[in-house]
């Protein structure tokens, strides 16, 4: 019990800290975030379905290149090691600033949605304490709640990077 105790605090330290990066994210990346909001709003399935098929395949690339990457550190083949993990980071980096930007955009929808008459930081602020706490609840929120929430902005993101400036 002494532990659980010991990790609330670091929990809430790290959702109060994630609130604070999607604040600059949002205003650094205004454009894309609003092109993400609308795919989610227009068609939540297909965002998902992209989200998930994209995660899928960009993952299993990236876990297979840094699988690879290892053999060659262990057989002590440096050079083909850092040429392959050079890739490998970028890759996995802009997964990860695709996922930024999708979890911002889904929540930016959920604190339009709870919040509609607060200002937009305080919206994304509240809204982002509200997903981190839903989502630590066990099962539901870890394996249910947040996947369908990140997978989701992740596809809206793609669908905004393919999609044509009209």
Not at 138 to 160: E, N, Q
Request: proline content about 4%; charged content about 10%.
């Amino acid at each position: 019990m002494s532990e659980i105790l010991r990790v609330i605090p670091l929990f809430v330290l790290l959702a109060l800290a994630f609130a604070c990066y999607f604040l600059v994210v949002g205003a650094l990346f205004a454009g894309r975030v609003e092109k993400a909001i609308h795919n989610v709003k227009l068609m939540p399935g297909r965002s998902f379905g992209i989200g998930l098929v994209n995660f899928l395949f960009f993952g299993a690339i990236t876990v297979a290149l840094f699988v690879v990457a290892e053999e060659f550190q262990e057989s002590g083949k440096n050079l083909p090691y850092i040429l392959l993990m050079i890739p490998t980071l970028l890759l996995a980096g802009f997964l990860l600033v695709i996922f930024s930007l999708g979890l911002l955009s889904m929540i930016n929808i959920l604190g339009e949605t709870l919040f509609p008459d607060l200002s937009v930081w305080k919206r994304i602020f509240w809204a982002t304490l509200i997903l981190a706490f839903g989502s630590a609840i066990p099962i539901v929120g870890m394996v249910l709640l947040f996947p369908y929430v990140s997978l989701t902005g992740f596809g809206a993101v793609i669908l905004s990077l393919i999609q044509r400036d009209k």
